[in-house]
């Protein structure tokens, strides 16, 4: 199965990369949005909240941010946040 | 005679306090150069995600947005002036400062009135002392800037771009800063911040990779509105950050130079002094001579 590629960066610093086998959910300011591979490319407003990810080696984890913006294209996933704290709970 | 040489000795004493001083201060600048370079690198990302996503929207969302329209006329410009909180640091502060006169001087030809923006003491210092007039002044954290001032920054220069030029408004905006090139070339450089011209710069990504066909969401005004401050934050956030290592390069170099005068200088005095000791040995000697000849004769 395809996965993603998921990359969280904020302001000053690189949080987190790696392949994802889908990205749960995060909160945009319309609502929340989950990620497959093989989604539209989509760039979105986040809001301030949780965002979930199931990575393909590991469990699943949370990083909490507070604005940003999400963009998928050809199942790469860049979200880029004012600030995210990677909430490890593995 | 032996006044003199106490008065070598001194400064020989003094001078070599100094040197000790201005080692430290080397070193002190050397360390924190690499934290300040790694900050820039890792503001990297961030910028780089950014600017994609902007010219992504930019390229195929037909939308105008206030940030992004030239004024058709433009008839005050602000003008953002980062220098360093502190002296020592050669001529760093002194070489924004000149750059920045050049640009006030050009805009002011081209019959714009100009507001300031200062980033520094050395920045607030130079126009208090000339008493000049500046909008607004930020102090302290130079040398290891946050990220949070990057947005007061733009918080406040957007809401001054948003004002209208009649209750004190401005046109378009540009930012003084000092871009670190390597560790022996910091350059003084001038940008136009907005009107925005997106820039990709610093990209790793081929450029004439195509952009996907977006969706948007909620819609592309509203993802642009989010997007181009944030834009904005980055672009200054990373001036900052390279006004900070250049700084500590700077002031790295012009200690060294200081070191290394001062060790010329101690080599100089301790010549002398030997000098002034042989001279007064020698008169003493010539003296015991002169008076065991006399009692002789």
Same mark, same amino acid.
């Given at each position: 199965?395809?996965?993603?590629?998921?990359?969280?960066?904020?302001?000053?610093?690189?949080?987190?990369?790696?392949?994802?086998?889908?990205?749960?959910?995060?909160?945009?300011?319309?609502?929340?949005?989950?990620?497959?591979?093989?989604?539209?490319?989509?760039?979105?407003?986040?809001?301030?909240?949780?965002?979930?990810?199931?990575?393909?080696?590991?469990?699943?984890?949370?990083?909490?941010?507070?604005?940003?913006?999400?963009?998928?294209?050809?199942?790469?996933?860049?979200?880029?946040?004012?600030?995210?704290?990677?909430?490890?709970?593995? | 005679?032996?006044?003199?040489?106490?008065?070598?000795?001194?400064?020989?004493?003094?001078?070599?306090?100094?040197?000790?001083?201005f080692?430290?201060m080397e070193?002190?600048a050397?360390?924190?150069i690499?934290?300040?370079?790694?900050?820039?690198?890792?503001?990297?990302?961030?910028?780089?995600?950014?600017?994609?996503?902007?010219?992504?929207?930019?390229?195929?969302?037909?939308?105008?947005?206030?940030?992004?329209?030239?004024?058709?006329?433009?008839?005050?410009?602000?003008?953002?002036v980062m220098t360093s909180d502190r002296g020592l640091a050669g001529s760093y502060s002194a070489s924004v400062l000149k750059q920045a006169e050049h640009l006030?001087?050009?805009?002011?030809?081209?019959?714009?009135?100009?507001?300031?923006?200062?980033?520094g003491r050395k920045a607030?210092a130079y126009?208090?002392f000339?008493?000049?007039?500046?909008?607004?002044?930020?102090?302290?954290?130079t040398d290891?800037?946050?990220? /949070? #001032?990057?947005?007061?920054?733009? $918080?406040? =220069?957007?809401?001054?771009?948003?004002?209208?030029?009649?209750?004190?408004?401005? !046109?378009?905006?540009?930012?003084v800063y000092t871009q670190f090139k390597s560790m022996v070339t910091q350059e003084p450089t001038v940008?136009?911040?907005?009107?925005?011209?997106?820039?990709?710069? /610093? #990209?790793?990504?081929?450029?004439? $990779?195509? =952009?996907?066909?977006?969706?948007?969401?909620?819609?592309?005004?509203?993802?642009? !509105?989010?997007?181009?401050?944030?834009?904005?934050?980055?672009?200054?956030?990373?001036?900052?950050?390279q006004a900070a290592a250049s700084e500590l390069a700077a002031r790295q170099r012009a200690m060294k130079a200081a070191g290394d005068n001062?060790?010329? =200088?101690?080599?100089?005095?301790?010549?002398?002094?030997?000098?002034?000791?042989?001279?007064?040995?020698?008169?003493?000697?010539?003296?015991?001579?002169?008076?065991?000849?006399?009692?002789?004769?």
């Open positions: 199965m395809a996965e993603l590629q998921v990359e969280i960066v904020a302001a000053d610093h690189f949080v987190w990369s790696g392949a994802a086998k889908k990205l749960i959910k995060a909160r945009t300011v319309n609502g929340e949005i989950g990620v497959l591979p093989g989604h539209v490319p989509t760039l979105a407003v986040l809001a301030a909240g949780d965002l979930e990810i199931e990575p393909v080696s590991g469990s699943r984890f949370t990083v909490q941010i507070d604005g940003g913006f999400l963009s998928v294209d050809s199942d790469r996933v860049v979200i880029v946040a004012d600030n995210a704290v990677l909430d490890n709970a593995a | 005679m032996g006044a003199q040489i106490r008065v070598y000795r001194q400064k020989i004493a003094s001078t070599s306090s100094m040197r000790k001083i080692k430290a070193l002190i050397a360390s924190r690499g934290k300040a370079r790694s900050r820039v690198a890792a503001s990297l990302p961030y910028a780089n995600a950014i600017t994609r996503a902007v010219t992504a929207v930019a390229s195929q969302a037909d939308v105008d947005h206030p940030l992004t329209t030239e004024p058709d006329n433009v008839r005050r410009a602000a003008v953002l006030v001087e050009l805009l002011r030809e081209e019959g714009k009135e100009v507001k300031t923006y200062l980033v607030q126009f208090d000339r008493s000049r007039e500046y909008a607004r002044v930020w102090t302290g954290n290891s800037p946050h990220f /949070e #001032t990057a947005r007061e920054l733009r $918080e406040i =220069l957007l809401e001054d771009f948003a004002t209208d030029y009649e209750q004190g408004g401005v !046109d378009e905006i540009h930012v940008i136009r911040l907005l009107p925005l011209e997106v820039v990709e710069e /610093e #990209t790793e990504t081929p450029t004439d $990779e195509l =952009l996907p066909l977006y969706e948007f969401e909620p819609s592309p005004e509203e993802v642009l !509105d989010a997007l181009l401050p944030r834009y904005i934050d980055s672009r200054l956030f990373n001036a900052q950050l001062a060790g010329e =200088l101690i080599k100089k005095y301790t010549r002398l002094r030997n000098n002034a000791r042989q001279a007064e040995i020698t008169q003493e000697l010539s003296e015991i001579v002169a008076g065991a000849d006399a009692l002789n004769d």
